[in-house]
């Protein structure tokens, strides 16, 4: 089920809302949690009953070994081998269930193109969401483990873990942030301040995708598609598209489990800052997919030994991280390449050579640019490294440089702007047709310009959040997130899904 549908939108929230809020009026606590826990699967399952299947295993097998963790006294004597066993079982159920339905297809293929064997291939179907409920339940055990978090009823781990506004795309939650919430009696009251706050929030990040991720979106399906005809400026307009899109559409989806969670008085974290407003590379990390490095620092980058060991052991851990960031976001060396890019920009970031005027640095750096600089090169790196993210292949995006550096013009760039071929513009279209038929690509172009424009500006104004946590809701924000929310609802006949549920 998306949260851009009709019928999450109609049938789907006010039900669970109802019956959340119903359950816990009349202290039927348990019920609540159960009820919570059941709507969240079918929302799940919706996509298709062979993913509850799936989850319900991985939920069952890590609370199982949470719960034999139990059988151990803490004095005992064996309490430190049963914590490793436990530690060394969860890593292998967790990432071997990882392994199995997301990279399986990936490794023969690359067992068979080195060894020339001719492994059969499984195809497996990747379940939805299965990166981030993995990590999720991989924090819970990891802790479990070390003795940092005690065992909690059967229940209120399933509420954890399947909690719908975070399930599909994150944030990846951690058990301290959510469980706590739960049992919080004074949270399960109906907080009208949080509801609207949440109404608010989950309309502006509907309207990022609706309205944005997906208008950019036919420009980058076209583009991506034709990657061998397009020419140097419709390249460039292609991958900055797409660089719109994919922000739209993940930070809008991240604002929506956000305003959701609040609409249950439940605080999901933030999981975007405004990334494209960052100077630099480390920092645009410290904005983009905050709680994917949390998880990795928290659970590998400080396990190697984090900057403890000296410089050169910091940088090399710092490498790592990136590496595996880039293998889990896809089983392609598109996204290993991608990752490699983004670990190498950042360890020339932590060598501190070049600083950025105005921005606190933990060490001095040799030379300074100013912030603008900065800005550009880190906006100009991240749109290349795009090209391996995007790309099918690496021959896709090795083309993409090709294209770029090459200074050609075909004429590429009306097609890509005639995508924008969209219902908000029919009548000016049909006014054109008539008018001045020889005209009409101009228009398009004029809107795509528009369309960039808006883009831009977005980006360095306050943000979702920021908007929606900030101040009142006065009558002017209420009537703009109302425009908006029956412009997107008019919009969903064209559904689409998230680009995040691929990860």
Same mark, same amino acid.
Request: charged fraction near 15%; hydrophobic fraction near 50%.
């Given at each position: ?16 809302l109802i019956?959340?809020?119903?359950? #816990? ?8 949690n159960l009820?919570l ?10 996509? #298709?009953?062979y ?6 295993v991985?939920?069952?097998m890590n609370?199982?070994?949470s719960?034999?963790?139990t ?9 430190k081998?049963?914590?490793?066993v ?14 199995y ?20 291939l ?11 409920f993995t ?14 978090t005690?065992?909690?009823?059967f229940?209120?781990?399933v509420?954890?873990?399947t ?7 994150g ?18 009251r109906?907080?009208?301040?949080s509801?609207?706050?949440? !109404?608010?929030l989950?309309?502006l990040g ?5 309205l944005?991720?997906?208008?950019f979106?036919l420009?980058? #399906?076209f583009g991506?598609?034709q990657?061998?005809?397009?020419d ?23 604002d ?11 605080e999901l ?6 990334p494209y ?13 905050? /709680? ?16 403890r ?8 851990? /710092?490498?790592? !991280?990136?590496?595996l960031?880039g ?5 392609? +060396?598109t996204y290993?390449?991608w990752g ?5 920009l950042?360890?020339?970031d932590n ?20 912030a603008?600089?900065g800005?550009l090169?880190?906006?100009s790196?991240?749109?290349?490294s ?13 083309q ?7 200074g ?10 005639a995508q924008?071929d969209?219902?908000? !513009? ?7 047709d ?7 690509s101009?228009?398009y172009?004029?809107?795509?310009i528009?369309?960039?424009?808006l ?14 946590? #900030? ?7 209420c +009537? !703009? ?11 969903l006949?064209?559904?689409s /899904?998230?680009l995040?549920?691929n990860?």
């Amino acid at each position: 089920m998306l949260f851009n549908s009709y019928i999450f939108i109609f049938m789907f929230l006010p039900l669970v809302l109802i019956g959340w809020y119903g359950f #816990n009026y009349y202290k039927k606590y348990e019920l609540a949690n159960l009820f919570l826990a059941g709507m969240s699967l079918w929302f799940y399952g919706y996509f #298709n009953a062979y993913y509850l299947a799936i989850i319900l295993v991985s939920i069952g097998m890590n609370y199982l070994l949470s719960y034999l963790l139990t059988k151990v006294p803490e004095s005992s004597a064996h309490r430190k081998i049963w914590n490793r066993v436990g530690l060394l079982s969860g890593l292998i159920l967790n990432l071997g269930i990882l392994f199995y339905f997301k990279y399986y297809d990936f490794f023969i293929e690359n067992i068979n193109a080195v060894f020339d064997t001719n492994f059969t291939l499984k195809h497996i179907l990747l379940p939805l969401g299965i990166s981030f409920f993995t990590f999720q339940q991989l924090s819970f055990i990891i802790d479990r483990c070390l003795g940092k978090t005690e065992h909690y009823p059967f229940l209120n781990y399933v509420t954890f873990v399947t909690f719908f506004p975070q399930l599909i795309a994150g944030p990846i939650v951690l058990y301290d942030e959510i469980i706590p919430q739960f049992q919080d009696i004074s949270k399960r009251r109906f907080d009208s301040v949080s509801f609207a706050r949440g !109404i608010y929030l989950f309309v502006l990040g509907l309207a990022k995708k609706v309205l944005l991720a997906d208008t950019f979106a036919l420009m980058v #399906n076209f583009g991506f598609a034709q990657t061998f005809s397009l020419d140097c400026i419709s390249t460039i307009v292609v991958v900055l598209a797409y660089t719109f899109e994919l922000y739209f559409d993940f930070s809008g989806y991240s604002d929506m489990a956000m305003g959701l969670g609040k609409m249950f008085n439940v605080e999901l974290p933030v999981n975007f800052n405004s990334p494209y407003r960052a100077c630099s590379i480390k920092e645009f990390w410290q904005r983009w997919h905050i /709680t994917l490095s949390r998880f990795f620092i928290t659970y590998v980058y400080i396990p190697l030994g984090g900057s403890r060991k000296g410089r050169v052991r910091m940088l090399i851990n /710092t490498f790592i !991280i990136f590496l595996l960031s880039g293998l889990w976001h896809g089983a392609a +060396w598109t996204y290993v390449v991608w990752g490699v890019i983004h670990g190498i920009l950042v360890v020339w970031d932590n060598l501190g050579i070049i600083g950025i005027k105005g921005r606190e640095e933990k060490r001095p750096s040799r030379f300074h640019i100013p912030a603008w600089m900065g800005w550009l090169f880190t906006f100009s790196l991240f749109n290349l490294s795009l090209f391996f993210f995007r790309s099918e292949s690496m021959l896709g995006a090795i083309q993409l440089f090709k294209n770029l550096f090459s200074g050609s013009w075909n004429g590429k760039l009306y097609e890509v702007a005639a995508q924008l071929d969209i219902s908000e !513009i029919y009548v000016i279209r049909q006014a054109m047709d008539m008018v001045a038929p020889n005209l009409i690509s101009y228009v398009y172009l004029i809107f795509m310009i528009l369309l960039f424009a808006l883009a831009f500006v977005l980006i360095f104004r306050p943000n979702a959040y920021e908007r929606a946590v #900030n101040g009142e809701l006065t009558s002017a924000k209420c +009537w !703009i997130a109302s425009v908006l929310l029956v412009w997107c609802i008019l919009s969903l006949s064209q559904v689409s /899904t998230f680009l995040y549920f691929n990860f």
